[in-house]
């Protein structure tokens, strides 16, 4: 991912302001935006461009906010690929996790840049918003739960409002398990205890997001990876 320059210029200052919040939230900073697909994905694909007001969902230490930070810089200061969609610029970004080490590192590095909220996602306050991002969270919390949060999204969405969700696609045989195992030693070394997964076949998702009145299409979202990720990305007519 890093190859492209844009993109390796783009990680480096997203990243750069987790120098605040110790060397690990630094250095695991750099590594996520190097090796995760969906971060060049969301700026490539033009999938927030014009959003105002961004809701993250799960959102960690705030790569997000960020990376749609160093973006709104590059292209204030003339360095924006030119066959890319303008970057979003959002007025308000809120970020929730229910992890309170990640809320304390996001706000030591981006200060102002967001407004992180340490809280677990079916129970927080959503307010309104344009936009709303759930990367790789929802298969941690049950299927009734899982549709809660969904719903709760769709009212807090305006019109013409858009959902980006990762998930891993439960029908995609060796990639699928190994999404799943790394969630699971990942939930591990952060909770300390094995967590149950909730995972859905890619179809089933959209036919959940299709019911609640969205248009739907999937990106594959696992290039430079063994996993079996897809991005969802749901528009309100």
Request: glycine share 8%.
């Given at each position: 991912?890093?190859?492209?320059?844009?993109v390796?210029?783009?990680?480096?200052?997203a990243?750069?302001?987790?120098?605040?919040?110790?060397?690990?939230?630094?250095?695991?900073?750099?590594?996520?935006?190097r090796?995760?697909?969906?971060?060049?994905?969301?700026l490539?694909?033009?999938?927030?461009?014009?959003s105002?007001c961004?809701?993250?969902?799960?959102?960690?230490?705030?790569?997000?906010?960020?990376?749609?930070?160093?973006?709104?810089?590059?292209?204030?200061?003339?360095?924006?690929?030119?066959?890319?969609?303008?970057?979003?610029?959002p007025?308000?970004?809120?970020?929730?996790?229910?992890?309170a080490?990640?809320?304390?590192?996001?706000?030591?590095?981006?200060?102002?840049?967001?407004?992180f909220?340490?809280?677990?996602?079916?129970?927080?306050?959503?307010g309104?918003?344009?936009?709303?991002?759930?990367?790789?969270?929802?298969?941690?919390?049950?299927?009734?739960?899982?549709?809660?949060?969904l719903?709760?999204?769709?009212?807090?969405?305006?019109?013409?409002?858009?959902?980006?969700?990762?998930?891993?696609?439960?029908?995609a045989?060796?990639?699928?398990?190994?999404?799943?195992?790394?969630?699971r030693?990942?939930?591990?070394?952060?909770?300390?205890?094995?967590?149950?997964?909730?995972?859905?076949?890619?179809?089933?998702?959209?036919?959940?997001?299709?019911?609640?009145?969205?248009?739907?299409?999937?990106?594959?979202?696992?290039?430079?990876?063994?996993?079996?990720?897809?991005?969802?990305?749901?528009?309100?007519?």
């Open positions: 991912m890093s190859a492209d320059p844009a390796a210029a783009l990680i480096e200052a990243s750069a302001p987790y120098r605040r919040a110790g060397r690990f939230a630094w250095h695991f900073a750099r590594g996520k935006l090796g995760d697909p969906a971060f060049a994905a969301i490539r694909e033009g999938l927030l461009t014009g105002t961004v809701l993250d969902l799960g959102c960690g230490q705030g790569l997000l906010a960020a990376w749609l930070q160093a973006a709104a810089v590059a292209r204030r200061a003339g360095s924006w690929p030119r066959d890319w969609p303008p970057p979003p610029d007025a308000r970004l809120t970020g929730v996790d229910v992890n080490s990640e809320v304390a590192r996001a706000r030591a590095a981006l200060g102002a840049a967001g407004q909220v340490h809280g677990d996602i079916r129970h927080v306050d959503y309104p918003a344009d936009a709303i991002v759930i990367l790789d969270v929802l298969h941690f919390i049950d299927y009734a739960a899982q549709e809660a949060v719903r709760r999204a769709r009212a807090a969405l305006g019109a013409h409002g858009v959902l980006l969700m990762r998930v891993a696609d439960a029908e045989g060796l990639g699928f398990l190994l999404s799943t195992l790394v969630d030693l990942v939930a591990l070394a952060r909770r300390r205890r094995l967590l149950k997964l909730f995972c859905r076949p890619v179809r089933e998702w959209r036919a959940l997001l299709t019911q609640l009145g969205f248009e739907t299409r999937s990106l594959p979202m696992s290039a430079g990876t063994p996993f079996a990720n897809v991005l969802l990305v749901g528009r309100l007519p």
